[in-house]
Structures are given as C-alpha cells and as structure tokens.
C-alpha cells in the first residue's frame, strides 16, 4: 500500500545546531507540503514542492524533493528559539486525499 | 478577511451525546477537510469534501458524520459512536487555483466527560 513516514518523531537541539525532518514515501508523489504547528496552534503552510529535485528556501529553511518524488526534507540551519514547534509533511497521491505525517517535534535547547 | 471560521473553540459534553462542530470558510475553496488531532500526536483525516453534496470517508470516519449542502459550510457531527472523541478537530479548506495549499481554521477543542 501506499505509506508515508516522517521522521524523526522528536528533535532536542542546542539553539544555533541545525535541525533536518524527513517524509520517505514508498510511492511516488504528486506534491509535498510542509507545515509548521507552535504548541497550542493550528498548522500552517510553508510550503509546497511539485517538481522532481525541486529545492526552495526561506530564510533559514531548506526545502528539498527528491528527484523520484518519494523524499522530502526540511533543513533549518542555525535553530533560534522561534523554530520551536512541529512540523509535518503532508501529500496526495493525485487522488486529493491530503494526508499528514506524524510530525517531527522540535525543542530547542536555549 | 477571508478565512475560515470554527466554532466552538471549547466544548464540553456528556458522554453518549452527539455534537456538531461548525467549519464555515468564505475562500470560495470548493474543497474542505477535517482532521483529528490528539495531545502530541499528528493530524488524521476524518472526512473530506470536493464539491457541494459530495464527501468521502478519510482514514477515521467511524462514528462521525458530516454533510456538504454549501459551498461554504461543512460541518462535523461527533455521534455518540465515537469511542473516543476527546481531541482537537480542526477544519481547512484547499484552493484549487494555488495548488494544493491547505488553509486551517482555528481549531476546536472538544472534551467529553
């Protein structure tokens, strides 16, 4: 069947150390999503990568899928204290049926 | 603003009653969804609709129950077949017209007692 894994399910950092969440999936994917949800709050949006080896970034943030479309990532260099959340993939297989990671928890070690 | 409301925020209830949380978006966003989500845990899919009068079962619909009669409105009924409804639901809508970007609500936090 068609699944999808995020992991590591939690991170501790030091703060400045870098951060890296990974969705392996073991069918090809039409797109990838990635979402930030603080402690408390409702995801939300940050990206979405549609292209075969497309790389995106924002600021500190790397976005990266992979190049048979059944791996992505997110790399945040330099962690500061305003990363602190949980962040999840989310994806379709073209059937609309959008579906979320278990997340990667991310604490940071002031 | 556009965006999507939910209400109730907080909600208390008797075991063996049904509830219904309200989602209502005005994005014009023909697709809307609503996930489960547990302390600590990720989102899980509930049900799904495409279009009006329309919706699909996601990966846990047993014991609830939705319906899609406006575009703008699905709402999500906790039937007193849930085992175990204590979490946070939350509503999102998608906009076709930029991909498959997810648009959340604020969230409900439902509690049975």
């Known amino acids: 069947g068609q699944q999808v894994m995020q992991i590591p399910q939690y991170q501790h950092v030091q703060e400045g150390e870098d951060f890296t969440t990974y969705c392996n999936s073991s069918t090809t994917l039409s797109n990838i999503q990635w979402y930030k949800q603080r402690p408390g709050g409702h995801p939300v949006f940050l990206i979405q990568?549609?292209?075969?080896?497309e790389v995106k970034k924002q600021k500190r943030l790397t976005f990266q899928f992979g190049e048979a479309k059944k791996n992505s990532s997110l790399h945040i260099t330099a962690t500061q204290t305003t990363d602190v959340g949980t962040y999840f993939c989310s994806w379709d297989f073209g059937n609309e049926k959008l579906t979320f990671g278990t997340g990667t928890r991310l604490t940071i070690i002031p | 603003d556009g965006g999507i409301t939910q209400s109730p925020k907080y909600l208390f209830r008797k075991e063996g009653q049904n509830v219904t949380l309200s989602c209502e978006q005005n994005?014009?966003?023909?697709?809307m969804y609503w996930y489960r989500q547990d302390p600590g845990q990720g989102l899980r899919l509930i049900y799904y609709?495409?279009?009006?009068?329309?919706?699909q079962k996601g990966d846990i619909a047993e014991g609830y129950s939705v319906s899609r009669e406006k575009k703008e409105s699905f709402p999500l009924t906790v039937t007193s077949a849930q085992k175990n409804p204590t979490a946070f639901y939350l509503c999102?809508?998608?906009?076709?017209?930029?991909?498959?970007?997810?648009?959340f609500g604020e969230g409900s936090w439902l509690t049975v007692v």
């Open positions: 990568l549609v292209k075969s080896g």
């Open positions: 609709s495409q279009i009006v009068n329309d919706f």
């Open positions: 999102a809508s998608v906009g076709r017209s930029r991909g498959n970007t997810i648009y």
């Open positions: 994005l014009n966003h023909d697709a």
